[in-house]
């Protein structure tokens, strides 16, 4: 799951935008999670300790979710993908 985007235009980040009364990165975790996959790698920006909290969490109750840190966000989804 790449999540590092900055939302710069939007101002807040993205992944904390609240849809059914779960954060957008909570959401699209827990989706990936109900397809039973061997493990779940999201990406996320190394400065945002809510969304890394967020993760963190979920990381805690599934055992196939692992945060990695993004450290050079501004640069685009290329680094999230390396």
Known sequence: VLASGLSQRLGQPKQLLVKNGEPLIV???RLAVSTNPQSIVVVIPDKHPAIANAVTELAMQYPTVQAVLNS????????SLR
């Open 27 to 29: 959401r699209m975790i």
């Open 72 to 79: 050079k966000p501004d640069t685009g989804m290329a680094d």
